[in-house]
């Protein structure tokens, strides 16, 4: 079984920038497909930017131009960097890895995720 730990979320003033961590117990999901989301109160989880193996990314219109995600395979972790944040943006964030594995089979895991609180 594997597990994504998220880290980094907190409180922050609109307009200010947070950088999320979610750091992964095996490499072969860091180095693979894996994204980003977060669900705010009352809506549904959305997709904020997913990276492939390849490293192509893609973005939210929402977010373009503000969050940038990024990967160190040395330390398994997947990073997104938030700037500019709007208080509509409050929300718990979560990382996923997806894909499929020779040893692992199928795969669609979860952080538990960060809580992100942006005050106006």
């Known amino acids: 079984q594997v597990q994504l730990v998220e880290s980094g979320g907190g409180l922050v003033q609109a307009g200010g920038s947070l950088r999320l961590s979610c750091a992964a117990s095996?490499?072969?999901?860091?180095?693979?497909?894996m994204g980003w989301y977060r669900q705010a109160p009352g809506k549904q989880r959305e997709l904020l930017v997913f990276?492939?193996?390849?490293?192509?990314?893609n973005y939210a219109d929402s977010v373009k131009g503000r969050f940038t995600i990024s990967r160190d395979t040395a330390k398994n972790t997947l990073y997104l960097q938030m700037n500019l944040l709007k208080s509509e943006e409050t929300a718990v964030y979560y990382c996923?890895?997806?894909?499929?594995?020779?040893?692992?089979?199928?795969?669609?895991?979860w952080g538990q995720g960060t809580q992100v609180t942006v005050s106006s």
């Open positions: 095996r490499s072969f999901v860091i180095q693979n497909d």
């Open positions: 990276i492939t193996a390849a490293g192509s990314t």
């Open positions: 996923n890895a997806k894909g499929s594995h020779s040893i692992e089979g199928h795969y669609d895991y």
